[in-house]
């Protein structure tokens, strides 16, 4: 039995020492804030807070594995949460799912779209999706007309989406939950799921598998997409107001995440908990940082120390990782 | 007999520029191990590719158990039951070694569609004791050895109960206790009715091995014998297209005094405690497997990677190259293994790939001279006999033993003394090899000190002075061409002598 | 030791350079082998008659060829210009006022000034996200630290400081950790210069700049914006380096094949450095522009400036993959896309629709070298007749 620990310790080795970083903060920030973060009201708000953020981390977290990457996430969220709130406001008794699924449409398509730039016209990632980021920001003003969606152009069913509760949870967490499950089983127990993982460690490999690289890298996109989609409704009604800048610089906190959950930028690795623990993580701090009185406008750039810290910290690991797989091939 | 497994008719391929296929014809029997045998270049594994459907063939059918079928991907073959052991692992490193070996055909339970871990992890381990090996499939592929790979591709070869395997350079890698194996595998499979094409280099897998072997020579069929009836020099007549009374040039070269020495390198997981000298005009040539760490060695020497310890002398100084381009200015130049990867810059003209290395010479104060660089590389060309209409023109025009050439006078670009050629005729054809052989003949004449690694032994043979045996990243045994065998130098890369 | 001594050849073996200098005594083969008993009988089955080392003629000049010429990308681009130039001055009758011209040349040319920076880091295969960050920094800076006192030139000076630090923290990393991608890191260092300079400024902005300052950006020479002649002035020094020195041929190497630049003994980490440096210099430059024109400096300034920089490179034909394009055609494209910016302003186009239209154009620009690719391979795929190209494709080996 204690074999069985020491196995799954050594398995997973970069998600617990995720959470041993997450517990760490918690009670030093508890400690340093005088109780205040520990609060139940605190814990359920800092989750509420990091849904969103964990719901599209696993679509990023896909999209990293195949050596990608995605830079028009807050862009998508910002026009999917525009397109359905603007049908809401003119449809007022539409029911909130049928709002949620024009939402996670519209990002699907604009997923799709960035996943067909990339994988038929072989244009680099963070061009394709540096392009479509103005694209879709720009149709978001458009479709605006300069005006917000406010919560006057929202009914209350809808609005309750953020704010209500089931089973004693936010609804929120619970729809988080549920993408983390589903994006659990899918990358584990699912061929596609398997398929993203072969296509990002080996391309060359996968195209002597039988395997379709190019489809794959499509559905990891447009998955994504649909989950910005997602996110950006949820965004939407949990702020009250969609307008053109919503979700400016999103994708940041979504990498932020990923980088942090352990997911190789260089793709082929990368676990949906370790991401989802990343995105917790990263959640964390934001709550953290004004609760240590730290200026707001420290948060960006600390963010992005981050995110360079980490992602330096995992080339150091797997460079370690390599020479000992070479000490141990003894000579 | 019935009706052949496989037959193969007037198969034709060709890439851009070049005939990889001309007409080939193939039968494959139920039941039988069949060697496909040719130099580098004839075109087998381009045969084995169109087989598993990783290329279409242009022209020509293919019969499976009689009935004609086109496969346009690699999924069709397998869906046929055909497997293939690739020459390079095509493996997954992040992935777990039963996910290697089941990828494409993962065990899914019929009712939620979701991949059954435990069986997976179960019949792997099986598949693997058939193989009399003890790897734990879930540890990742990326932390094996070459030779653990191999296994786990033969794993996935047989996890499909294929009616066809195909194994392209199986033994490439392998120790002789691990080819043993792997021929007693390859038994096992034909007993139960498993038809097996096996492609090598080596005469003793073919002589161990097969009933038939089929020989391709510069992409075109050339004939199907019975093992048993054809001796080995007929063999090669037909492999190369004429006696193998191979050419190597009358030696010429003298030899000086020390020229570089090496002691005690040693580079951790590659090679250990190596120490050897080399002298002015001398030809020393380095034999060994893959992964005998010999490329790794001499790109330590080069600067390409650094060694833990150890210290070589160059004319009697210390010299610790930290790069290509302070081994460059020390004297060191290395013609690399892999031509296309890290010799040369394909899309790029003749001349500018010459005088890549020395760039700074052809600056006069303040503009590259290219007019210079153009009659530097016309008079470098003209030196090794290059083929090319001018120096204007693309490497990638060009064919393999030119381009090959084209390194060399990137070489002769700079100043050195220690010239480092790293498998230099590895697919190039037979009448470039002999000229390449000239060159290096001419080299050491000149006073180079020249270190030739090989894995061809005869030419390893002709060519060199003197040669060095590499197993396992240690020096095995050390040995005058002039008096060592075939026989002697492979049992000393095989560590048995 | 056991080869014959007869041919001591008409050098000592022992010469200390065996280069190209001397001409070695390897010229015509025969000399070498005369007294070889089992010589060589056109051994090649296919290769032709290659009698060992014989010499061959090779040219080193060609004729000018107009057809491989006037195929260039660039003459594409320059239609391409007359063309916007063309449809502008017919959709608005401002549009060919020479003072307009310039106005607007003036608004955009900031922008002008980093492409060919931005073009040598595409050219090896890199990116830099984080210039417009790295503006904001160097121009927040020097705001903060005029305003505490510093004589301007001096804040100036320190801009440029500012903007090589930043560029050269972009190009340590990246050459101490190969395994990293330029665009992970530069995109991570983007957050974090912009946010140094809202920590500093917060959300306020820093001006009250010298008179003389703002002439920098709104002054003329010889009739032309300042900024202008800067640039013109650029763009002849980028192509002296680019394309006529050594440095900038390693560019071109490490971009096409890396690994052989490496080998060929280039230090592709001394030039990693060294360009992450020069683009974060000329950031800082473009800062100065763009503050001496707004009068002050704000966190936020420049945002987004970094999709333009790249749209224009890429436009002008350098490959996102390294290693092709050229000057002139990034010239062009820097014109193409600000004349389009121009027009549409001209007849009120709104901004978020130009953000469109440049992000259409960033896409379609970056996909015309892989279909051009492809249709020349679809091309070439035509089987050619020539037996003596062997295993030259990686496919092909045996």
């Known amino acids: ?331 | ?497 | 030791m056991n080869d014959a001594p007869k041919n001591p050849g008409p050098k000592n073996p022992g010469l200390k350079n065996p280069g190209p200098k001397n001409p070695g005594p390897m010229k015509p083969g025969p000399t070498n082998q005369a007294p070889n008993n089992q010589a060589p009988t056109s051994p090649a089955p296919n290769g032709g008659s290659q009698a060992p080392l014989a010499q061959r003629q090779i040219l080193d000049a060609v004729a000018f060829d107009p057809k491989r010429f006037f195929l260039r990308w660039e003459w594409l681009l320059v239609v391409l210009l007359l063309a916007v130039n063309l449809i502008n001055s017919n959709l608005s009758p401002n549009y060919l006022v020479w003072s307009n011209i310039m106005d607007a040349i003036r608004i955009y040319a900031d922008k002008m000034i980093l492409i060919f920076p931005m073009m040598m880091i595409i050219l090896i295969g890199d990116i830099d996200i984080s210039v417009a960050s790295t503006m904001a920094l160097s121009g927040v800076l020097m705001g903060v630290s005029h305003a505490a006192g510093l004589p301007m030139p001096l804040a100036m000076v320190l801009a440029l400081l500012v903007g090589a630090i930043c560029g050269t923290i972009n190009g340590l990393i990246l050459a101490k950790y190969q395994e990293l991608a330029a665009m992970i890191v530069t995109l991570s260092t983007m957050i974090i210069y912009r946010g140094v300079a809202s920590v500093i400024l917060e959300d306020r902005a820093a001006g009250a700049f010298p008179d003389w300052f703002s002439h920098i950006g709104w002054g003329s020479l010889f009739g032309l914006p300042v900024i202008l002649v800067f640039f013109f002035l650029e763009t002849a020094v980028f192509i002296w380096v680019i394309h006529y020195t050594a440095y900038g041929r390693s560019l071109y190497a490490l971009g096409n094949n890396a690994e052989a630049a490496r080998y060929s003994g280039i230090d592709s980490k001394r030039v990693k450095v060294s360009l992450f440096a020069i683009m974060g210099v000329f950031a800082s430059i473009a800062a100065i522009f763009l503050a001496s024109k707004m009068g002050s400096v704000r966190p936020s300034m420049a945002k987004g400036y970094e999709l333009d920089v790249i749209a224009m490179v890429v436009l002008g034909g350098v490959s996102t993959s390294g290693g092709q394009g050229r000057v002139i055609g990034v010239f062009i494209a820097a014109f193409i896309i600000g004349f389009l910016r121009y027009g549409l302003g001209l007849i009120n186009v709104p901004s978020p629709t130009i953000l469109v239209l440049i992000g259409c154009l960033l896409i379609v620009a970056a996909s015309i070298p892989n279909l051009k690719n492809l249709l020349a391979r679809r091309a070439k795929a035509v089987p050619q007749p020539s037996p003596s190209t062997k295993v030259t494709t990686s496919q092909a080996d045996g």
């Open chain 2, 1 to 497: 007999m019935d009706a052949p497994v496989l037959e193969m008719m007037n198969v034709t391929k060709t890439f851009p520029g070049v005939k990889a296929l001309d007409n080939v014809q193939f039968r494959l029997d139920h039941g039988q191990i069949h060697a496909i045998m040719g130099e580098n270049g004839a075109g087998k594994s381009t045969f084995i590719k169109i087989i598993t459907g990783v290329h279409a063939a242009d022209s020509g059918q293919m019969l499976l158990n009689g009935q004609v079928v086109h496969f346009k991907n690699p999924n069709d073959a397998q869906k046929a039951s055909i497997a293939a052991i690739y020459q390079h692992s095509t493996s997954y490193p992040h992935l777990s070694v039963a996910e290697n070996i089941f990828i494409g055909h993962e065990q899914v339970s019929k009712f939620t569609g979701m991949i059954d871990w435990k069986a997976m992890y179960r019949r792997a381990e099986k598949l693997l004791a058939e193989l009399d090996s003890h790897l734990n499939p879930r540890r990742p592929v990326g932390s094996l050895t070459v030779a653990e790979r191999q296994i786990v591709e033969v794993a996935k070869a047989i996890s499909t109960d294929s009616q066809i395997v195909i194994m392209d350079e199986p033994t490439a890698s392998l120790s002789s206790r691990e080819c043993e194996k792997l021929y007693q595998i390859s038994e096992k499979l034909r007993d139960k009715g498993t038809s097996i094409i096996f492609i090598s280099h080596r005469f003793e897998d073919m002589y161990r091995l097969a009933d038939k072997v089929t020989v391709f020579r510069d992409g075109k069929y050339i004939g199907t014998w019975e093992v048993a009836a054809i001796s080995e020099p007929d063999l090669i007549k037909a492999m190369v297209g004429r006696e193998i009374e191979r050419v190597y040039p009358q030696k010429s070269n003298q030899i000086g005094q020390e020229l570089l020495r090496v002691e005690g390198l040693s580079k951790l997981g590659f090679f250990k405690k190596v120490n050897f000298s080399l002298r002015k005009g001398e030809i020393l040539g380095f034999s060994g497997l893959v992964g005998s760490g010999r490329t790794d060695l001499m790109q330590c020497l080069a600067g390409v990677a650094r060694a833990d310890q150890g210290q070589v002398f160059l004319e009697g100084r210390k010299v610790s190259p930290k790069s290509c381009r302070q081994a460059l200015k020390e004297g060191i130049g290395l013609l690399p293994e892999d031509r296309q990867g890290q010799g040369l810059i394909l899309e790029w003209e003749i001349y500018k790939n010459v005088t890549l290395s020395e760039l700074k010479k052809y600056q006069n104060k303040t503009v590259l001279n290219e007019k210079k660089e153009r009659a530097t590389a016309k008079k470098l060309g003209q030196r090794v006999s290059l083929k090319a209409p001018t120096v204007m023109d693309k490497v990638s025009s060009l064919s393999g033993g030119n381009q090959q050439k084209v390194v060399f006078c990137k070489l002769l670009n700079s100043e050195l003394k220690v010239l480092i050629l790293d498998e230099p005729t590895k697919g190039v054809d037979v009448g470039a090899k002999s000229q390449i052989y000239e060159i290096i003949n001419d080299l050491a004449a000149q006073g180079y000190g020249v270190i030739f690694v090989s894995s061809d032994m005869p030419e390893l043979l002709g060519v060199s002075d003197r040669i060095m045996a590499m197993h396992e990243g240690v020096i095995t045994g050390e040995f005058l061409a002039s008096e060592v065998t075939q026989e002697k130098l492979l049992l000393a890369i095989m560590n048995l002598g």
């Open chain 1, 1 to 331: 039995m204690s074999n069985d620990i020491k196995h799954f310790l050594r398995r997973n080795v970069r998600e617990v020492a995720t959470l041993a970083i997450i517990l760490a903060i918690v009670v030093f920030v508890n400690a340093r804030s005088g109780g205040a973060f520990l609060t139940p009201r605190n814990i359920s708000d800092m989750f509420t807070e990091s849904a969103i953020l964990i719901i599209i981390t696993m679509g990023m977290m896909m999209v990293i594995i195949t050596t990608g990457i995605d830079l028009s996430i807050g862009a998508i969220m910002a026009l999917s949460g525009m397109i359905s709130t603007t049908v809401l406001s003119a449809h007022m008794s539409l029911d909130p799912m049928i709002i949620i699924g024009i939402a996670v449409a519209v990002g699907l398509v604009a997923g799709t779209i960035n996943g067909a730039l990339v994988a038929y016209l072989g244009i680099l990632p963070i061009i394709a999706t540096l392009g479509t980021m103005n694209v879709f920001r720009g149709l978001t003003y458009l479709v605006s007309g300069g005006s917000w969606n406010l919560q006057k152009n929202m009914s209350r069913e809808f609005m309750n989406v953020a704010i209500g509760t089931k089973f004693g949870l936010n609804n929120m967490i619970l729809i988080a939950l549920v993408v983390v499950v589903a994006a659990h089983l899918f990358m584990n127990k699912y061929r596609a799921g398997r398929r993203i993982y072969a296509v990002g460690d080996s391309e060359s490999s996968a195209a002597i598998s039988g395997i379709k690289a190019k489809r794959v890298k499509l559905m990891a996109y447009a998955i994504l997409g649909a989950l910005s989609g997602l996110g950006g409704v949820l965004y939407v009604c949990k702020y009250a107001a969609a307008q053109g800048e919503t979700a400016m610089g999103y994708e940041m906190n979504v990498i932020a995440a990923c980088v942090l959950g352990g997911v190789a930028i260089t793709g082929g690795s990368g676990k949906v908990i370790g991401a989802a623990l990343g995105a917790i993580l990263l959640g964390i701090l934001n709550n953290a940082l004004p609760l240590l009185r730290i200026s707001p406008f420290w948060q960006e750039a600390i963010r992005g120390l981050i995110v360079l810290v980490s992602i330096i910290a995992n080339v150091i690991i797997s460079l370690n990782v390599t020479k000992r797989s070479l000490e141990r091939r003894a000579l």
